[in-house]
């Protein structure tokens, strides 16, 4: 038997037998326990002699709360949720209704309108807060009777062979030298017939998954970006609710991909934020100065003239498309939204992608527990239900969107034009991919002042009003963890940080990630006279660095369960 992770040695750890565990309370975990739910609901009102149980399904949920570390734009596409709750409308937190759209092409001091794109026309989609609707989502989860497990990480994977069996969940009580406290709690290890990995982006257990049985052989690299978002409250009248502004152009250049949302919600709140591709060249780029320098466009700051910064927040995304896909069953277990990159990147949506995932899933896994068969045979039809669903249909027609940009906007530009003419094909059939981090070049051979680029370079300022530096922006996210623990960021070799990575690339890491958890501190003693130093409470659970580092020597792993960013209301 394989257990990733070193564990306490020594210590007896509870044993639960489990039925499913779905790992992960976003949108896709939470669709897949009601939908696995309706299904028992169902089988048991017409089945009496042979009943199923909802007793041993369990939701593994690492934040405090329900939807406390759920973070999107958001638009919520309705076609899912209709299937899954037939009038969803009338209960659901639904902010707003679109009601007005609009794409902006930017330059430094103008703004120029183009034709809404068919895959930006958002009518009939609605503005919500994904914090408060994953929470309604998870009320009505409870209500089935299925078990949700908040303030529990799943931390490992248990296989045997090449079988997973179970969950382990978090130690809690280990200080920072891996010891343990006076309140140490030993995790439980959830014995399990089916795993769903629901974990959304670069998700720890489902990296595991993909290293012991190599699922990226035959897919393109997954590639991200990251999604920097602010809540603002502005005066009234600034912006109608349910409407959608999209831009594109500055202050990205042509060599950087991505672009802005902003929505506007109900009482005076505008959910506003920059998504930059994680595939930019120069490792100076902060995407979070990146947000910061868009609100100075005159567009954007008349928007936000006299108005007020209430929250914070970043999440990466996948962005690869349908080639990114892994194998999403095996033996024990599936992959959902996120997890597996069910995202559409021309519509800067997944929300009803990952709860359509979810729903397949749990149909999927009804049928393994009516066979009492958990077989990669059985739990393989998830791969069969996802091709022959929408999910396939509206993915294929963006099979090739994000690889098109590699080499620059306006290739990306050609190429996505051809793609729309073209069904999604473009020049082939399949576009090849590179990872991201691969696109970052030394500094050795790039301009030293920056170049067009000077202004997305280093750490953002701010003047507290309209733009923030970094350290005041994650206060707005409410992040909060146990000081007291293992460092859940890994790094795992330092000497490639303060020997190579500062020299080659200028530590990067102090730019992409959001929160300020990396720092370069002066160290006479460290051969560049800098050492690395981790604020791992800072931490807003986006994954950047374990996807953006260039020498892909950095790992995050949960933190001890209910710790992370508090997104209420985002």
């Known amino acids: 038997m394989l257990v990733f992770r070193k564990s306490i040695e020594g210590v007896e750890r509870p044993q639960m037998p489990a039925d499913v565990v779905i790992v992960g309370g976003g949108p896709s975990g939470m669709a897949c326990a009601l939908r696995l739910a309706q299904l028992i609901d169902e089988h048991n009102a017409k089945n009496p002699a042979t009943q199923l149980s909802k007793e041993n399904i369990y939701v593994l949920e690492k934040a405090r709360e329900v939807g406390q570390h759920c973070l999107s734009g958001a638009l919520l596409d309705p076609r899912s949720m209709r299937e899954l709750l037939p009038g969803f409308e009338k209960e659901a937190p639904l902010d707003a209704e679109v009601s007005k759209e609009g794409v902006y092409f930017l330059t430094e001091k103008s703004k120029f309108k183009i034709p809404t794109p068919p895959f930006l026309r958002d009518h009939g989609n609605y503005v919500i807060s994904i914090n408060k609707f994953v929470k309604w989502l998870g009320s009505k989860v409870e209500e089935t009777g299925i078990t949700v497990f908040t303030g529990f990480a799943g931390s490992e994977l248990i296989i045997n062979g090449d079988r997973v069996t179970g969950v382990r969940t978090d130690d809690k009580g280990v200080d920072k030298e891996g010891q343990q406290k006076s309140n140490f709690e030993p995790g439980y290890d959830l014995q399990a017939k089916v795993v769903i990995l629901a974990e959304g982006t670069r998700g720890s257990l489902t990296k595991q998954l993909f290293q012991k049985f190599d699922l990226a052989k035959d897919a393109n690299p997954q590639t991200y970006g990251v999604g920097v978002k602010e809540l603002w409250e502005v005066p009234s009248g600034r912006i109608a609710k349910g409407e959608v502004i999209y831009t594109m152009g500055w202050p990205l250049t042509a060599k950087e991909y991505g672009g802005a949302w902003i929505y506007g919600s109900k009482d005076n709140i505008v959910s506003l934020g920059f998504v930059t591709g994680l595939d930019y060249p120069d490792p100076r780029l902060d995407p979070q100065r990146v947000l910061q320098q868009f609100k100075r466009h005159p567009f954007v700051t008349k928007l936000l003239d006299g108005g007020k910064m209430i929250r914070y927040g970043a999440k990466s995304l996948p962005y690869g498309g349908w080639w990114a896909i892994p194998p999403v069953a095996g033996h024990g277990w ?27 899933a749990a149909e999927t896994a009804f049928e393994a527990l009516k066979k009492d068969d958990s077989s990669a045979a059985t739990l393989g039809q998830f791969q069969k239900k996802v091709e022959a669903s ?9 099979r090739n969107m994000h690889q098109g940009f590699e080499n620059g906007m306006f290739a990306g530009m050609f190429h ?3 793609q729309m ?9 399949r576009y090849p991919g590179t990872p991201g981090y691969k696109h970052m070049k030394p500094l050795s051979q790039l301009p030293a002042d920056g ?15 309209l733009t923030f530096d970094k350290l005041t922006d994650l206060y707005h996210s409410g992040t909060k963890h146990e000081e007291d623990q293992p460092a859940h960021l890994i790094i795992h070799d330092t000497n490639i940080c303060e020997q190579r990575c500062i020299r080659e690339f200028g530590s990067p890491c102090q730019n992409f990630c959001p929160a300020n958890v990396y720092e370069m501190l002066d160290d006479p003693a460290a051969p560049h006279g800098k050492r690395i130093s981790l604020n791992a409470a800072n931490c807003v659970h986006c994954k950047t660095c374990d996807i953006q580092d260039p020498y892909q020597i950095i790992t995050w792993v949960p933190p001890e369960g209910g710790g992370g960013p508090n997104y209420d209301g985002m």
Not at 421 to 429: H, I, N, Q, W, Y
Not at 451 to 465: H, N, V
């Open 451 to 465: 170049g067009a680029e000077a202004r997305l370079l280093g750490p953002a300022k701010g003047d507290g009003k």
């Open 334 to 360: 599936m992959i959902v939204g996120d997890s597996a990159g069910f995202l559409n990147s021309a519509r800067l949506k997944g929300i009803h992608l990952a709860i359509k995932s979810g729903m397949l």
């Open 416 to 418: 996505t034009g051809l």
């Open 421 to 429: 003419f073209t069904g999604g094909r473009g020049l082939r059939d």
């Open 390 to 398: 929408w999910i396939k249909d509206e993915l294929w027609k963006v």
